[in-house]
């Protein structure tokens, strides 16, 4: 039952941040109506590409933001515990030392979400 709802869970983030970064129209457009649906899919992507291009310098605050704020913060503890997910399913699979800053740096975002 609980990988069900992991799966489900999982679908449903990858669908919403998806539709979230889809539209191609241009940003003023983009965020009518919906301005924090829109920043938090971008926000998401961004964070992931800047955890797997190994950006050091890269600025989290705003999916931290997105964390702290009731209406999100579900939907970004989520989305972290499914790339650890990830992370640790591939670490089984493989000894992936590299792995391991991101692992770091994911366990990181999630402390300073949940601490707050």
């Given at each position: 039952?609980?990988?069900?709802?992991?799966?489900?869970?999982?679908?449903?983030?990858?669908?919403?941040?998806?539709?979230?970064?889809?539209?191609?129209?241009?940003?003023?457009?983009?965020?009518?109506?919906?301005p924090?649906?829109?920043?938090?899919?971008?926000?998401?992507?961004?964070?992931?590409?800047?955890?797997?291009?190994e950006?050091?310098?890269?600025?989290?605050?705003?999916?931290?933001?997105?964390?702290?704020?009731?209406?999100?913060?579900?939907?970004?503890?989520?989305?972290?515990?499914?790339?650890?997910?990830?992370?640790?399913?591939?670490?089984?699979?493989?000894?992936a030392?590299?792995?391991?800053?991101?692992?770091?740096?994911?366990?990181?975002?999630k402390?300073?979400?949940?601490?707050?």
């Open positions: 039952m609980r990988v069900i709802r992991q799966r489900v869970l999982v679908c449903s983030l990858l669908t919403f941040t998806l539709l979230a970064c889809q539209n191609t129209q241009p940003d003023a457009e983009l965020r009518i109506g919906y924090e649906v829109a920043g938090l899919g971008e926000s998401l992507v961004a964070a992931k590409q800047a955890l797997y291009s950006q050091p310098d890269y600025d989290y605050s705003e999916l931290i933001e997105y964390g702290l704020d009731t209406r999100y913060g579900v939907f970004v503890r989520a989305w972290l515990d499914h790339e650890l997910l990830m992370i640790a399913q591939y670490q089984q699979l493989r000894d030392p590299e792995l391991e800053a991101r692992e770091r740096q994911l366990r990181t975002l402390r300073a979400i949940d601490l707050e």
